[in-house]
DNA sequence: ATTAGCACTCATCTAGAGAGAGTGCTAACA
DNA sequence: TGTTAGCACTCTCTCTAGATGAGTGCTAAT
C-alpha cells in the first residue's frame, strides 16, 4: 500500500491535486509546466503522469483530456504531502468570535457551529450532539400533564436538558411525583445514563422493592423516562452551498447528494464511526461506505467535556475539497467547543 | 377582478389546468378534445383558449406550444372551480393512523408532522411549533449549572418546554432558587407569557419590591429567563422531494429552490402571515412574495389548543401543485394536531 | 356559431464539421 | 540514459443546418 514515490512523483502528484483542487477541471501535462517552475518539459511529466496512472494514483476521465486524482491519489496527498499548517493565534482568535456562544443552551450551540463551519468552509456543516445516554445523570423533574400523562424533564452535568410525555395508567399527585423525583435525584446524581440504566434494572428485579410502593413506582417511571430515546441529533448547515461545486452541477446529482444529506440516519451513521477514535478524521469519497456520498469526503473530529459527553462535528464537501483550510477550521472548532462545554459545567 | 366566464369556457380552463397538473406540459386544444368530451373540435377550443389568454388567465411559453394557466388562472381554479372533497371516514382513519404521536413530546410531534405531510403529498412539509410566546405560563425550574450559570426550564400548558441558560453575577445556592421557583409558580400559574412579561415589568417598577430581596432576584431571573427568545420553531420534511418535480429540473432552479428551503427566515416569515387568518390558507406563487419561490405554491392550515397556543403546518409544493389532494392533507392534519394537543391537557 | 383546412412558427432532435486540448509514441539530443 | 521536440491520434465540446412535429391563428365553408 505504502509505495515509494521518487521526490519528483511527489512534487507532480501534488501539483495536479492541487490544481485539481483549485480548478475541479482535468489537468493535463502542460497546465503543470506553466504553473509550477519544474525544470521539465510537458513530455516528461507526461511519463510521470503515466507511471502514476499505472500505480493508481491518478485517472483520465478519456483519453485526451488530463489527468485527476483517484481516491488513493487524494489519500497519498493527504497523508504524506499535504501540510496542515497551524492557525495563528490572529485566525484562531476571529474564528473564536465568529461563534457567540454566550448564554446558548445546547442546541443552539450545536446549530450556532454548524452554521459557522459552513459558513467559512463554504461547505455543508455537520454537528452531532452528545449522545443522551453518555450524559452523566443531575436531576430529573415530573410534571403531571393530565391524568395519565407525565412530561419528564431530565438534565445532564452539562445543562443538556432532555424531555419526554410518558404515559402511566395509575394517577400520581403531585406531592407523589415530588417524592418520586427527590427519591431519584439523590439515588441517581453523578451516574452516567447506562450506570442509571443498569441500576434501575438492578433494583426492579429485587424483590423487596415490591414492598415499596413509591420507590417501585419512581423506578418504573424513570425506566420509561430513560427508555428508548431516538434522538435526532444531526444538524445539517448549508447544505445548498454543496450544489455551487461543479461536481453536483447535474439534476440527478443534486439529487442524490440532497437526498442524502436529508438523510439523518446515513449521516448520524458517519459521525458515529468519527466518535471511535480521537482527533481530526478524514473519510474519502468511498470510505463513507454510502453510495450517495460517493463524491464527497468528510473531515470530523470529536468535542467532549470533562465528564465524557461526547460529540463529533465536520464538514463535509466534494472530495476535492479544500482540505488544508477545513482541517484547521475543524480541529479548532472542535477545541473551541469542548472548551465551551466545559465552562458551562466549570 | 371577479370577471365572468361562460360555463364553456369555465369547463376548458378547468380542463386544461388538472390536465397541466397532471402533465407538467403545456397542454394544446387537441389534447383537450382528445381527452375531454366537449363535443367540440379543436378549433373551437382554440377560440376559447385564446379569449382565456387574452382575460389572463393562461399564456403560452411560445407560439407553438400549447397553453399554461397563469397564477390568475389557478386562483380561479381553486376560488371558483375546485371541488376539495372531503375525506372520507375511511380515509381520516387512514391518515390517522400513519401519525403516531404516542408519547411524544411537542419537538418531536411537529418533526413527524411534517415528515408525513411531505411522505403522503410528495412535496415538502412545514411545520411551525407554537410561538412560545403564546403559550400559558405553568410551571418554571430553576438549576443551578455552575457559578453564575443557571439553566432555567420553563414548561408551558401544553407541555411545550423551554430551556435557556442565563448569566447572573450574584451567585444563588439551590434553597434559594427553589424558594424562587415557588415563588413564581404560585404567581404566573394561568398566565400567557405576554401577559407574564407585563405583570414582571409592572412589579419590577413598583418601589417595595426592591426590599425583598427574594422576590427581586426572582423577578429580574424570570425576566431574563423570558427575553428575547428567537426560536427556530420551523420543521422542513422531504426538501428534497421538490427536485423530482418537473419545475426544477434545472440546476439553477434547484439551488435557487433549496436556498429558499433552507432559509427558516424565510419560511416563518411565511407561516407567521398563515397564522392570521383562519382555516386553510392558499398562497400561489408570487403571491408568497418571495421572489425566490415564485414557483411554489403553500397550502396552510393553522393548529391550536383551546389555551390558545398557535401552530401552522403546511405544505409547499410547485405552483401546479395537486390542490385536490394536499387541501384536505393540510385542513384534516391541521385538526388532528390540535386534537392531540389537546388530549395533551385535557 | 362551428369547423375543416392550411400556412406558419418555434422548440427539439439529429448528424456532421471543426476546433481545441491532451495524450502516447518515436526519434533525436545532451 | 534521462529528457525533449515533433507529430499523429483520440476524444469532447460547440456550432450549424436540416428535419420533425406539435400547436397555433386565420380564413373560408358549413
Redesign the pocket.
Known amino acids: 500500500m505504502a509505495e515509494h514515490l521518487t521526490e519528483?512523483s511527489q512534487n507532480i502528484l501534488e501539483a495536479i491535486v492541487e490544481d485539481y483542487i483549485a480548478s475541479a477541471?482535468?489537468?493535463?501535462?502542460?497546465?503543470i509546466t506553466r504553473r509550477h517552475n519544474f525544470?521539465?518539459?510537458?513530455?516528461?511529466?507526461?511519463?510521470v503522469?503515466?507511471d502514476l496512472?499505472d500505480m493508481g494514483f491518478l485517472c483520465?476521465?478519456?483519453?485526451?483530456?488530463?489527468?485527476i486524482p483517484t481516491e488513493k491519489g487524494f489519500q497519498y496527498y493527504i497523508d504524506t504531502l499535504l501540510q496542515v499548517r497551524n492557525l495563528s493565534p490572529k485566525e484562531k482568535q476571529k474564528l473564536q468570535k465568529s461563534y457567540r456562544f454566550q448564554g446558548m443552551k445546547m442546541e443552539d450551540i450545536m446549530q450556532e457551529v454548524g452554521r459557522v463551519l459552513s459558513g467559512l468552509s463554504k461547505y455543508t456543516g455537520l454537528v452531532m450532539a452528545p449522545k443522551f445516554s453518555s450524559t452523566v445523570f443531575r436531576q430529573i423533574e415530573f410534571i403531571r400533564l393530565s391524568q395519565g400523562r407525565i412530561l419528564v424533564i431530565y438534565v445532564s452535568e452539562t445543562g443538556l436538558v432532555q424531555n419526554k410525555i410518558i404515559e402511566v395508567d395509575h394517577s400520581l399527585t403531585a406531592h407523589q411525583l415530588e417524592q418520586i423525583s427527590n427519591y431519584l435525584n439523590a439515588e441517581l446524581t453523578g451516574l452516567s445514563i447506562q450506570e442509571v440504566r443498569a441500576k434501575l434494572n438492578n433494583e426492579l428485579k429485587e424483590e423487596r422493592v415490591l414492598y415499596d410502593q413509591m420507590r417501585k413506582q419512581a423506578l418504573s417511571l424513570s425506566c420509561a423516562a430513560l427508555q428508548d430515546e431516538v434522538e435526532d441529533r444531526v444538524y445539517v448547515s448549508g447544505a445548498s452551498l454543496m450544489l455551487e461545486q461543479p461536481e453536483f452541477s447535474t439534476p440527478q446529482q443534486m439529487k442524490r447528494l440532497m437526498q442524502a444529506l436529508e438523510s439523518k440516519k446515513l449521516l448520524i451513521d458517519l459521525l458515529d464511526r468519527s466518535q471511535a477514535a480521537d482527533g481530526v478524521q478524514i473519510f474519502i469519497g468511498s470510505d463513507s461506505s454510502h453510495i450517495d456520498l460517493e463524491d464527497c469526503s468528510l473531515i470530523t473530529s470529536n468535542f467532549s467535556n470533562k465528564k465524557g459527553a461526547i460529540g463529533s462535528l465536520g464538514v463535509i464537501g466534494p472530495v476535492r475539497m479544500d482540505y488544508s483550510q477545513v482541517i484547521p477550521l475543524v480541529d479548532f472548532t472542535a477545541q473551541l467547543v469542548s472548551r465551551v462545554l466545559e465552562r458551562e459545567i466549570e
Not at 25 to 31: L, M, N
Not at 60 to 67: D, L
Open positions: 519528483r477541471e482535468p489537468v493535463g501535462s502542460r497546465a525544470n521539465l518539459s510537458p513530455a516528461s511529466v507526461r511519463n503522469m503515466s496512472e483520465s476521465p478519456h483519453t485526451s483530456a488530463g489527468r
